[in-house]
């Protein structure tokens, strides 16, 4: 008999034909949670979890919805049924207190890979070259708002072009269409408290939030993952969940989310030695309704 400290390995069969290998104990819940996903898509109740696991020994992070994983080959053999059993999670006091919130929201997000094309890619980078002084000066903002001008209505239009592909992933209905509000010029990415983007009456009419990344070659660093928590409603109050999913700010990408989410960006991690301009930088900004 497998001992609970031994690792399975397990090969995970996807829906598009795609699959991926990693080892887990037999006492993992995460080795259960995959087998009672297999479990309840034969079953026909597949629902709309997903599950997040680490990959490339912890430097990416695949995300499976639960359509998605049609198979799980396992060595050595092991019974699914048997394994969600004997992992049953056990009730705590923590637990059991949150379940008593009156109700909980995971939270959703788009990441779009390659938001901009090529060329226009390479025009963001070349900005940033022609900008060192100025993200090195304290008084550099009036110059870097003004010379950026031009790619942030670039970036601002492409942003409503994907727009109705955004609200059909997130399932938010489509509305008249949004004002635009974005930062003046792109920042580097630093680690921040806990935020919420529409949380004062300046605010409240943001729906919808964006961070978009870039950075230039070779990457210079580590971190900086942006951290979305669920939410729960306790006494008619919306607060942030302990649970949350971790997004990696990969180069050339977007990331869409609700502005009433609670997140927070984890510190980037670099050499003292790497110049600013080779860091990540983030370029913020949010749609409201009229």
């Known amino acids: 008999m497998l001992k609970e400290t031994e690792k399975i390995r397990l090969v995970l069969l996807m829906a598009d034909s795609n699959s991926y290998e990693i080892s887990l104990a037999r006492d993992e819940p995460l080795l259960r949670d995959l087998f009672q996903m297999l479990l309840n898509r034969s079953e026909g109740r597949a629902g709309d979890r997903a599950i997040e696991i680490a990959i490339d020994e912890g430097r990416s992070r695949l995300h499976i919805p639960s359509k998605a994983l049609v198979a799980i080959l396992t060595d050595p053999p092991v019974e699914p049924n048997q394994i969600v059993r004997e992992n049953q999670p056990v009730p705590t006091e923590k637990k059991a207190a949150s379940t008593a919130c009156d109700l909980y929201i995971l939270s959703r997000y788009y990441q779009l890979e390659q938001f901009l094309p090529k060329n226009e890619y390479n025009m963001l980078l070349g900005y940033l070259g022609k900008q060192k002084a100025a993200y090195g000066s304290s008084d550099g903002g009036p110059t870097l708002a003004e010379s950026f001008a ?43 408290r806990v935020f919420r983007d529409n949380g004062s009456s300046e605010t409240e009419r943001r729906v919808l939030s964006f961070i978009y990344y870039f950075y230039r070659q070779p990457k210079a660093f580590a971190g900086g993952e942006l951290i979305l928590y669920d939410s729960q409603i306790e006494n ?55």
């Open 150 to 192: 031009e790619l942030r209505n670039l970036l601002s239009n492409r942003v409503l072009e994907v727009l109705p592909e955004v609200l059909m992933q997130l399932g938010i209905p489509a509305f008249p269409l949004p004002e635009i509000e974005t930062v003046l010029y792109p920042e580097p990415l630093l680690s921040d």
């Open 236 to 290: 008619g109050v919306c607060i942030p969940a302990e649970s949350f999913k971790s997004i990696v700010p990969s180069q050339n990408s977007i990331v869409f989310f609700l502005s009433s989410y609670a997140y927070q960006i984890q510190p980037l991690l670099s050499p003292a030695s790497v110049p600013l301009a080779d860091t990540c930088f983030k370029f913020q900004g949010w749609l409201r309704r009229h």
